[in-house]
């Protein structure tokens, strides 16, 4: 493991928070089900489905979440995501690797699931994606819209669905709207609900920062995520802070910056946990884009996200976006990250 973290090894593995202490925290566990979900509004089925998703895979019982996703087929068109791996346009083969990999569930489409759910729906756990942004309109617009409805998550034998929000774009207001609706529907249904709570706007660049990266920023996502009753967060890591000061709008107070926060990654993600009540919520981060070092990113992305009180990862193109076998590892690796005791919590 330090080996791939490199230089960075000793400040991501050793460092201590001076922020928010790991006592006020609400951790990972195998009992995290019991000990959280027990004081929740949420029906016994939701919790029961949910409890399945934390027994299942090579991480089942620890309170720690391996989630393989494939909705990037509309998310980034089909062409971009499978054009490496063609053999991932059939969802078969998306379902078998996140079988392969041992991982906790496998979220993607009502019609990637739908067509190979009497199969593998006793196989491993499966979220369906309700709403999908479908990137044919020109010129380019940040929207979200329904693409399946609860019932049909129900039919197929989901135990989960989710939904992203683009927080911040034009749409936001009522794409929180919907997706409030879509999870009380849900956990009317005894489904549990994912949230991608993503941050978009064009704004939100200044020169060659990028604030919707920004733990602030995404914190404050993470709050109205939670607030909606998303049974897990899905956010990006944060790579910045200060998007409030920078851009000048919204309310923050000083003192997450001067106190509550520093620019350690550890503790940037940590305020994305603080936003998910203290982690009552579990935070899942996702594994971000393929590219050269996906080995490297992903174990970094792991380390940073135990360390800093968070439940997981949700990992898709670097793992489908190379052969077979070396996804699988790349997963493993991941995995490996949350099964060593040796990393832990800062």
């Not at 005894?190 to 706007?201: A, P, S």
Request: charged fraction near 20%.
């Amino acid at each position: 493991m330090c080996a791939l973290l490199g230089k960075e090894a000793d400040s991501l593995l050793n460092h201590e928070s001076k922020t928010i202490p790991r006592d006020q925290l609400v951790l990972p566990g195998p009992d995290f089900i019991g000990r959280v979900f027990i004081d929740s509004d949420r029906p016994i089925p939701v919790v029961r489905n949910l409890s399945a998703v934390y027994r299942h895979g090579r991480l089942g019982r620890t309170g720690y979440l391996s989630i393989f996703p494939i909705d990037q087929g509309i998310e980034h068109s089909a062409a971009a995501s499978f054009a490496k791996n063609p053999e991932y346009f059939d969802p078969k083969r998306i379902v078998e690797l996140g079988i392969a990999a041992d991982c906790s569930a496998v979220a993607t489409t009502l019609g990637g699931l739908g067509i190979v759910a009497r199969r593998y729906a006793d196989k491993i756990p499966m979220i369906v994606k309700l709403n999908h942004n479908e990137l044919l309109t020109y010129p380019s617009k940040f929207d979200q819209v329904p693409f399946a409805q609860v019932r049909q998550a129900v039919d197929l034998g989901a135990m989960g669905v989710g939904a992203t929000v683009y927080f911040g774009s034009a749409e936001a207001t009522r794409q929180i709207q919907e997706v409030a609706a879509m999870f009380a529907e849900a956990h009317r249904h005894g489904l549990f609900t994912v949230l991608w709570c993503y941050l978009r706007n064009d704004c939100f660049k200044v020169g060659t920062t990028d604030y919707s990266v920004a733990a602030d920023l995404t914190g404050r996502a993470n709050h109205i995520g939670v607030t909606i009753e998303a049974d897990l967060i899905k956010q990006k890591q944060p790579v910045t802070n200060g998007g409030f000061a920078a851009l000048k709008f919204g309310m923050t107070d000083p003192l997450v910056y001067s106190e509550l926060t520093t620019d350690h990654p550890v503790d940037l993600t940590r305020w994305q946990l603080v936003n998910c009540y203290m982690g009552r919520i579990g935070l899942i981060n996702s594994g971000g884009a393929s590219g050269a070092d996906d080995l490297a990113q992903a174990v970094r992305t792991a380390v940073i996200n135990k360390r800093a009180g968070g439940t997981g990862l949700i990992l898709g193109r670097k793992a489908f976006q190379r052969p077979f076998a070396e996804g699988v590892e790349i997963i493993h690796a991941v995995q490996d990250v949350f099964l060593d005791a040796k990393v832990t919590i800062a």
